[in-house]
């Protein structure tokens, strides 16, 4: 039988602005892809790349591409001048890293467009709901570089002073000529509309939020310090994101600029990390849990197990999902770490880490260590990516449910079986969690056969 066809691809290019912007060790080898080789079927490369990482060596993802081809039909802003209320939103590119894209979500209305980027409150919402707003917010953008974070011209310095405002405000930018039928798909950020080249911005009616305008002024305070320190003030997560990419905190002569869908993740894994070590000194969970929630096609069960923390996620992508084209294969992905953590970046991207920080919340307020998986099952109905605040989101809402409580594993495992359409047997091989249980179960059964058969010997000796 003709051996199946690989796709080898070279990945030696480390993520630039680690060095420059961690300063948690732990956190930096979390995020730094080591030199690896991609060594993945021709049919899963898509949930491999997502779109992002160029594996198939198109310099444009097909997928993504009919998406726009979509998108291409929607009414566009016409004007090269655009008025609007920012959420407030901001958006850093990557390509051209340390040059890179820079500046303001407007979208053309006045008013309270607050939830326009604050995806805590999206879930609920229908795909039409999320790309119709989403892609109102015209990326009105200017190139700089990123170390201008420590002295900006003033169209960087109007865009750090809408980044940090607390409510939405009032914008006016003149672009080149008008903005481009280019929109923002990526499975780490949310949805971007048209991109402008800004001549000029203007900015009005901007009420700072006085916890960013703390870390911004304090450059003595480094990065991830300033992270923790606005999560316990109650900055929501995405508002931390948004103030890190626009490099408003740190160490003042370190501060950089850091492309969007970089903060997203840098921000998930500092905090998760921080509550994971919080978490290893509470007593361990004495019994089986499992929390549920079904949202845009996607069924999730997060399971909550007895043991010291380990964390696994899996995601099963169901034929004519996203980012599994075919017509008749399951892709499957996951990722694990032990008690010790990671020591490199998750082949699943930003969607581990975000479900990451959901759980590690969840145990800090109980107060409680356990072993968690996290599955995922996607299916048709998921057809355009809206970002990692998706598996955030869903996750952290499964865990407000109430759980269904298991006395033994055996439960857990039937249970799963039945919620999913994906077979057992298919969850289990790739599931570590779920391989080491089924092991000590088979060694719990197999030394009290021992037990059993040594009381048996002694009756007969008597």
Not at 25 to 41: C, E, F, I
Not at 159 to 172: R, Y
Not at 297 to 323: A, C, H, K, Q
Not at 350 to 373: D, H
Request: contains cysteine; charged residues 30%; hydrophobic residues 40%.
């Amino acid at each position: 039988m003709e051996e199946e066809p690989k796709i080898v691809k070279l990945a030696r290019k480390k993520i630039p602005w680690v060095g420059h912007v961690i300063d948690d060790k732990r956190v930096a080898q979390d995020l730094l892809p080591p030199d690896v080789t991609y060594k993945v079927p021709e049919r899963s490369i898509c949930l491999e790349c997502r779109g992002a990482r160029n594996l198939c060596g198109k310099k444009q993802c097909p997928i993504v591409l009919k998406v726009f081809s979509y998108l291409k039909v929607r009414p566009l802003i016409e004007s090269d001048v655009l008025r609007g209320s920012s959420p407030p939103g901001v958006f850093v590119g990557r390509i051209g890293y340390p040059k890179v894209f820079v500046g303001p979500l407007i979208p053309p209305e006045i008013g309270d467009t607050g939830a326009y980027d604050t995806p805590e409150v999206w879930f609920g919402w229908n795909f039409g709901d999320i790309i119709d707003f989403r892609l109102k917010m015209v990326r009105a953008c200017f190139k700089t570089e990123v170390r201008k974070a420590t002295n900006p011209d003033r169209l960087l310095s109007n865009t750090i002073e809408l980044a940090i405002s607390s409510t939405p405000v009032d914008a006016e930018t003149r672009f080149r000529k008008p903005p481009k039928k280019v929109f923002l798909l990526d499975d780490e950020v949310q949805p971007m509309g048209p991109l402008g080249l800004v001549e000029d911005l203007q900015i009005s009616s901007v009420k700072t939020d006085r916890r960013l305008e703390k870390v911004f002024y304090d450059t003595d305070m480094k990065a991830s310090e300033a992270v923790l320190e606005l999560y316990q003030k109650g900055v929501p997560v995405s508002k931390i994101q948004r103030a890190f990419s626009m490099g408003i905190m740190g160490v003042g002569k370190d501060r950089r600029l850091v492309p969007t869908r970089w903060s997203i993740t840098a921000v998930d894994s500092i905090i998760s990390n921080h509550l994971i070590d919080r978490v290893k000194d509470f007593p361990q969970l004495d019994e089986y849990r499992i929390y549920e929630v079904n949202y845009l096609d996607n069924r999730f069960l997060v399971i909550f197990m007895p043991g010291p923390w380990t964390y696994e996620s899996i995601e099963v992508w169901f034929p004519e999902t996203l980012w599994n084209p075919t017509h008749d294969s399951i892709f499957v992905i996951g990722d694990w770490e032990g008690y010790q953590g990671r020591r490199n970046y998750a082949r699943m991207g930003g969607c581990y880490y975000a479900a990451r920080l959901a759980v590690t919340e969840k145990l800090v307020k109980e107060k409680r260590q356990a072993t968690v998986l996290i599955l995922r099952e996607a299916h048709s109905g998921y057809v355009m990516p809206v970002g990692v605040w998706f598996v955030r989101e869903s996750v952290r809402r499964a865990l407000m449910n109430p759980p269904l409580r298991f006395e033994d594993f055996k439960e857990v495992i039937d249970y799963i079986g039945e919620r999913f359409r994906f077979p057992l047997g298919e969850w289990i091989k790739n599931s570590r969690i779920l391989l080491d249980a089924l092991r000590q179960e088979k060694l719990s059964s197999f030394l009290g056969d021992i037990k059993t058969n040594r009381g048996r010997n002694s009756s007969t000796a008597r």
